[in-house]
């Protein structure tokens, strides 16, 4: 007998949910086939068999969201195994109940601690007593120590990235309860896989890296002409049309390549370096049906405007039809968040860890601008730079924004 | 502060308390005429005479059970068995008498005597005369055992272990009396069962007593400038009382230990010290507590094997290494030999 668990399939993963069983108790199953679809915090990604042998048992039935490493299927391979621990089935993630009692230091109640004994998560005495401290969930961490028992270098390493404290700290306002109107009703809507990492990652970027923010603005007037000209030789020619956004990504791409400084990561507290990346690659925030993904465009900045916008649009198709693969959201540098199209002006966003940097873009819209001290109808577009202030100063945030100005107001260069 | 060997502070520190309370005498097999076995008590019959310098019979036992009832009387005796193996044959006297005496009795008696006596092996002495069961006296309450691995804490517990007013079994070491190291010059007695951290580390904590203490210092300083490694070490010391409070305290901070004893791993002084830390510091642990100890055979004759029952340097690295790697530790990038 083999135990099938829930499989780590990217490198942020901490649970997961089937999708879809594709094989049923009873059916045959050979090296290859596929067992199940399991939604991961990315993506959706079939999970096939490595062992032949007959599906068993299915211990996670389809819908059903739980740690990795949890147990989800058996295959009866014709050979006894010794008897394991039978897992943590019974300890879905979600089904710890919300309104539960804020303090929780006793297992009871609090969900990682009852994943923590149930599923066997192997840990020394330390890791456990600060995971009871801080109230983390160890069972997404992959331990290191002997027998893979989870060690205090793991924690370090897993931190903040693969740990989550649970939403029902003393101090979150889910646990004080009245929050749930009775007259006209509040609806709980269970987080998909997406919004909780949205949630966890955000949650953690605002709350640890020290964000500032520079916004300017820069006469728009030659880049939407340029993008006229361009798209109507590129419809001439049969080809896809670019957006001004995909203008933005060349521009940002090469400023990045003219301050390397700001295409760069804080690693950790620890760490005596920061990384500056060679690579400008860079992500487009992109409002799916499930919530925000990331795709990346990768080496920005050696691609001309016309593939920069093949690919993003063919990324935004497939972010809107869930189809995005981990490799398409993952290696971005730095991130762009237009939400032009919505008519807003300018915002400011929250940097997507582990860059250093985000450009939150406002709509390009008419302006009355002060041209040569005439009073001119120019395009204008505002956008703001947030930055973590570890690795970049406001000044080199302010030259960044200054050449991107300069390649917006200039914009054939995006095009040589 | 003066350079000498463990011996020799031995030596100076049984004259200077002879010197000091003429109710200090001693006792021993060959320790007058012949000046003692391992020559601890070289010229002392000369400058005390045969009054305190008592030459015995080869019978432990007897002269034990004499000094026991001298120090019930009011001196001080210092009872020197050859090495601790001859204790069997006064393990009685020992045990039954010298630790319970007192308690028996309400209090109507002390018993403030001290039985020095070396272990180790190492020295090709056969089975019968190699051991180190210094853990039999340890387990005993009523006792005092005290375990110095330096020439001043050889004085400094010599000068505690006349003074303290119970039975207290004073462990030397073979390997250790030609051993050097700088003496403080003053007569500061050392509080018994107090633990030493012979020197501060953040790796690890590595324990031992006695010539174990000796190599583990040896050890920890040695990787220090190898392998670029820093390793607390703790010199017990004193094996009852056991300073408990050290020893958690050290692995608290380090969050693993590795323990090293001459004696039998199985019920040994390492296995108490185990104990020790699950008690004190479980939650702090990374790694399950390591033993080194010896092999579980009575002591070979030959040469190469009983090199191969004693714990070795190289024993103790390993199981150091081994621990390292178990909390996830990566050799340091500064090491001369990287």
């Known amino acids: ?416 | 502060m003066t350079l000498m060997s463990y011996r020799q502070a031995i030596h100076d520190t049984l004259r200077a308390e002879m010197l000091r309370d003429e109710n200090v005498m001693l006792m021993g097999e060959e320790i007058g005429v012949f000046e003692g076995s391992y020559k601890i008590t070289a010229g002392l019959l000369a400058e005390f005479g045969e009054k305190r310098v008592r030459d015995t019979p080869i019978a432990e036992e007897g002269f034990t059970g004499a000094a026991i009832g001298a120090a019930m009387l009011g001196l001080r005796p210092v009872v020197e068995l050859m090495t601790i193996n001859f204790s069997l044959i006064a393990i009685d006297q020992i045990v039954n008498h010298a630790a319970k005496i007192y308690g028996m009795f309400g209090g109507q008696a002390k018993v403030p005597m001290v039985i020095r006596t070396p272990g180790g092996g190492g020295q090709q002495l056969g089975a019968t005369h190699s051991q180190n069961i210094e853990l039999y006296y340890a387990f005993v309450p009523g006792l005092k055992v005290v375990a110095p691995s330096t020439p001043a804490d050889a004085k400094a517990l010599m000068l505690a272990a006349i003074r303290d007013d119970d039975p207290v079994l004073f462990l030397e070491n073979l390997a250790l009396y030609n051993t050097k190291g700088e003496v403080p010059d003053h007569d500061e007695p050392a509080v018994i069962g107090k633990a030493k951290v012979t020197r501060e580390g953040s790796h690890l904590t590595l324990i031992g007593y006695s010539r174990m203490a000796y190599v583990a210092k040896k050890i920890a300083d040695q990787l220090a400038d190898t392998d670029g490694l820093d390793i607390e070490v703790i010199d017990l010391c004193s094996l009852r009382p056991l300073d408990r409070a050290t020893i958690v305290e050290s692995v608290k901070k380090t969050s693993c230990a590795v323990v090293v004893e001459d004696d039998w791993l199985t019920y040994g002084i390492g296995a108490e010290v185990a104990a020790t830390i699950s008690d004190g510091a479980f939650d702090y642990l990374d790694a399950p507590v390591r033993r080194v100890a010896m092999a579980e055979v009575p002591m070979p004759y030959a040469k190469s094997l009983e090199t191969a029952a004693i714990p070795s340097e190289d024993d103790v690295i390993k199981a150091i290494y081994e621990t390292l790697n178990a909390v996830g530790f990566r050799r340091s990038k500064t090491g001369p030999h990287d």
């Open chain 1, 1 to 416: 007998m083999i135990d099938i668990t829930m499989p780590r399939l990217s490198d942020t993963m901490e649970e997961g949910t089937i999708a879809t069983w594709h094989k049923q108790v009873g059916d045959t199953v050979k090296v290859g086939d596929i067992l199940c679809e399991i939604e991961s915090d990315k993506a959706t990604m079939e999970y096939e068999a490595y062992d032949a042998g007959t599906l068993a048992e299915i211990v996670v039935p389809a819908g059903q969201l739980v740690a990795i490493g949890t147990l989800i299927a058996r295959l009866d391979n014709g050979k006894d195994s010794p008897t394991k621990p039978k897992a943590a089935a019974a300890a879905p993630v979600t089904a710890a109940p919300v309104a539960e009692a804020a303090p929780a230091p006793l297992p009871t109640s609090s969900a990682p601690a009852v994943t923590d004994a149930q599923s066997g998560v192997v840990a020394s005495p330390l890791v456990r007593r600060l995971a009871r401290e801080r109230n983390l969930d160890l069972s997404g961490v992959q331990g290191s120590g002997p027998g893979g028992r989870i060690i205090r270098a793991d924690l370090d390493k897993a931190l903040p990235t693969h740990i989550t404290e649970p939403a029902r700290g003393a101090a979150m306002p889910m646990a004080s309860g009245p929050l749930v109107d009775e007259k006209r009703g509040s609806q709980e809507i269970p987080f998909t896989s997406v919004r909780r990492v949205i949630a966890r990652r955000l949650g953690e970027s605002a709350r640890s890296i020290p964000h500032f923010y520079v916004t300017a603005s820069a006469d728009a007037e030659a880049l939407v002409t340029l993008r006229g000209q361009l798209n109507d030789r590129l419809a001439e020619l049969g080809r896809t049309k670019v957006s001004i956004n995909d203008l933005l990504v060349r521009a940002c791409a090469l400023a990045l390549r003219e301050h390397p400084l700001v295409n760069a990561s804080f690693v950790s507290d620890n760490s005596a370096t920061m990384l500056v990346h060679g690579r400008v690659n860079v992500g487009i925030a992109v409002a799916s049906p499930n919530g925000l993904v990331v795709p990346v465009v990768t080496d920005a900045d050696v691609k001309s405007v016309e593939e920069i916008g093949v690919e993003a649009k063919d990324l935004v198709k497939q972010a809107s039809t869930k189809g995005l693969s981990i490799d398409q959201m993952s290696g971005g540098t730095f991130t762009i968040s237009n939400l032009g199209m919505f008519g807003v002006e300018e915002f400011t966003a929250i940097i997507n860890p582990p860059e250093g940097a985000i450009l939150a873009v406002g709509g390009t819209k008419k302006e009355a601008v002060v041209v040569n001290d005439e009073i001119q109808i120019r395009h204008v577009m505002r956008y703001t730079l947030s930055a973590d202030h570890r690795i970049i100063d406001g000044a080199l945030a302010a030259q960044f924004l200054q050449t991107l100005g300069r390649l917006i107001e200039n914009p054939v260069s995006l095009i040589l």
